[in-house]
């Protein structure tokens, strides 16, 4: 993987390694800012920053991705005169990903912390900023990382094509105090925030490997979800290791069963999770479940069916102490995961409606223009 913002071309020309006579180059970053919120012949006004928002949301998308966020094909293109100018401001940086296959190595984008956005913010109207930060300071949200975060967003853009969810959002808007009111660290956020129409809010942490802080990443999670009052809240960890043709079937591998102890003693490790119910609303999906070949989707995705710790503990001794059996359940059945309670209802639906004036929301949950992506399969 190899990335270029501007201020690294910059360099490259300053050592005599790259011509800056060439567009986009040619182009100041001040002009680039300015040109961001202007119309253009053939393309929406609002097509620039609702790049940017993508790209700011969900941290690294590919140029595909990224095209079916905004619902504007011609972005996609190498030669995008819209990408050019976005690059040429600063805000973003361009990446290729080396596969080793013969053709175009496929165009990744991801946010430039160095980015001038407050030249753009002055140039922006108040439902421009909003749309485009949703009141989240610029730059916020942790790091990148690029195939975490671009299967997040595969993932995400999956369920908003093929389920029920209302609206998907990035790893931007995941943040677990943002989520549940709990005091957490700044960098403790959901790679993904999935809302369901009655307002509930299904927190997406994907899971490729057993890491050493995968125990207390749980129990912070169980910790936020015990202290939120409206219950509206849940958290599935979607395990998601790399696939070989020796795969176990789902759930039997060693980051499944990781995740199922370290969910299962979150969730009981107290008597305020388990007296706030907190194994009702902290799961475990498996990808090779809800995909199990190559271009294939099971009915499970449709439901988005997981596994929670809500059966009888599985070993002697105290039952906050031991792991509990995983039952199935369906995340968009609210019969079975329940909804947000009735005092945070209301406030919890409405801020479904909020989200979809949201740049970074695929462009069919916002009621935008462009073409609903087809079905997979």
Known sequence: ??????????????????????????????????????????????VRLAALGAVSMWRTVSADQLA?????????SA??????VLWSSGLVQRGEMHTG??????????PDPGGNFERLADRLTGAE?????????????????????????????????????????????????????????????ADAVWLRSDGLRMA????????PGLRAKAARWADALA????????????????????DPPPGAGPVARALRAAVSEAAWGSLDAAGAGVAERMMVAYFSEWFPGLGLVSPSFLTLRAYRPTGGPESTGSSFA?????????????????GPAAGAAGEAVASVERARGLFGVPHWQRGGHGVRPAPVG
């Open 101 to 110: 296959a013969p053709g175009r190595a496929p165009v990744l984008w991801r």
């Open 322 to 338: 031991a792991r509990h059996a995983f039952e199935p359940v369906a995340m968009l059945d609210p019969f079975d995961l329940a």
């Open 227 to 246: 202290a939120e009052a409206g219950s509206e809240t849940a958290v599935v960890f979607a395990e998601a290791g790399h696939r070989t043709d020796a």
């Open 129 to 189: 900023w909003l749309a485009l930060t949703a009141g989240v300071p610029w730059g916020s949200a942790g790091g990148t990382h690029d195939r975490h975060d671009l299967l997040a967003t595969e993932l995400s853009l999956r369920a908003a094509e093929l389920t029920s969810v209302a609206v998907a959002l990035g790893e931007r808007l995941g943040g677990v105090e943002r989520l549940t009111g709990a005091p957490s660290p700044a960098s403790a956020t």
């Open 79 to 84: 030669r995008s005169t819209d990408m050019a």
């Open 204 to 211: 997406i942490e994907l899971t490729s490997s057993v890491t």
């Open 1 to 46: 993987m190899s990335w270029l913002s501007r201020a690294g071309a910059a360099r490259l020309v300053s050592a005599g390694l790259r011509r800056g006579d060439r567009p986009p180059l040619a182009l100041s970053r001040e002009e680039a800012i300015d040109m961001l919120p202007r119309s253009r012949r053939g393309a929406p006004r609002s």
């Open 68 to 76: 079916v966020i905004v619902g504007y094909r011609p972005i996609a």
